[in-house]
């Protein structure tokens, strides 16, 4: 069980990631600056084919090609890795 989540399994080169709260933009009084299509978020499961982004990694992501789903009534966003702008 990753993140809590015991359905869900990546495949692939897909990333699932699950948006983070208004306190992650904020880090030791300084805020993370992102436009309406960049998010942070929490990766909750990475498929076999992602190389550099694991599981409880923060990322900035481009919420342009996310997928969104639910699922046990929370909220994801299933990306390519190409999607993952940066880790925090």
Known sequence: IIGGINMLRCIGKNVIVELSDKNDYEKNGI???TNSSNLIGL??????????????????YNEQNAKKIIYDSKE????DEKDILALI
Do not use: A, S, T
């Open 43 to 60: 990766v909750i499961c990475v498929g076999n084919d992602v190389n550099e982004i694991r599981p409880n990694d923060k990322v900035i």
């Open 31 to 33: 805020i993370i600056k």
């Open 76 to 79: 994801y966003f299933v990306l």
